[in-house]
T-cell receptor, first 113, second 113 residues
Framework: QQQVRQSPQSLTVWEGETAILNCSYENSAFDYFPWYQQFPGEGPALLIS?????DKKEDGRFTIFFNKREKKLSLHIADSQPGDSATYFCAASDNSAGNKLTFGIGTRVLVRP | DAGVTQTPRHEVAEKGQTIILKCEPV?????LFWYRQTKIQGLELLSY????????DGGAFKDRFKAEMLNSSFSTLKIQPTEPKDSAVYLC???????????FGPGTRLTVL
């Protein structure tokens, strides 16, 4: 049973376009949602995160939109660059369960120049 | 500050062997995590330590996987005996606090023949 689901599994966009990555979850107790970026041969690294008390978080070209009622969130990558080509993981945690993260399966993004 | 260190980066084992993977977390971090990463299952939690105490040992991975935290700056993951289905990338991560970033090491790529 996957508690955090991501779609699509892979996504190709042209340089300059906005890439939209989707994530949904089942556990209503989840209150923290980080997105991690992973390049081949490296470990994941935190890109941006949001707490469930907010509905939007922006950091440069990266924006998280969060809908608590529908248990959905999305990551928008504006003005996509070839250097953004990577795998993106949506994750979630429940503060009462410690700092353990539950990860989605990931979305592989390819940005074509 | 040094990041999370993992050794070895690559490991090849014969079926039935015992292998030990090593991890040094970021200095001062209280929580340490071991994950297994595969294309099909994504990131799966194997073990979770808080201040050297085992908080979670990954359920399905209990029988052949054993993680230990010998001191606050060193952890091992033992797989005994190895099976071909254990071929994956094993990631170690650490964090210092609730809602804080999990810092990942580069991973150990294990191939079991």
């Amino acid at each position: 049973q996957q508690q955090v689901r991501q779609s699509p599994q892979s996504l190709t966009v042209w340089e300059g376009e906005t890439a939209i990555l989707n994530c949904s979850y089942e556990n209503s107790a989840f209150d923290y949602f980080p997105w991690y970026q992973q390049f081949p041969g490296e470990g994941p690294a935190l890109l941006i995160s949001i707490l469930s008390v907010s509905d939007k978080k922006e950091d440069g070209r990266f924006t998280i939109f969060f809908n608590k009622r529908e248990k959905k969130l999305s990551l928008h990558i504006a003005d996509s660059q070839p250097g953004d080509s990577a795998t993106y993981f949506c994750a979630a945690s429940d503060n009462s369960a410690g700092n353990k993260l539950t990860f989605g399966i990931g979305t592989r993004v390819l940005v074509r120049p | 500050d040094a990041g999370v260190t993992q050794t070895p980066r690559h490991e090849v084992a014969e079926k039935g062997q015992t292998i030990i993977l090593k991890c040094e977390p970021v200095s001062g971090h209280n929580d340490l995590f071991w994950y297994r990463q595969t294309k099909i299952q994504g990131l799966e939690l194997l073990s979770y330590f808080r201040s050297k105490s085992l908080m979670e040992d990954g359920g399905a991975f209990k029988d052949r996987f054993k993680a230990e935290m010998l001191n606050s700056s060193f952890s091992t993951l033992k797989i005994q005996p190895t099976e071909p289905k254990d071929s994956a990338v094993y990631l170690c991560a650490s964090t210092r606090d609730t809602y804080a970033e999990q810092f990942f090491g580069p991973g150990t790529r294990l191939t079991v023949l």
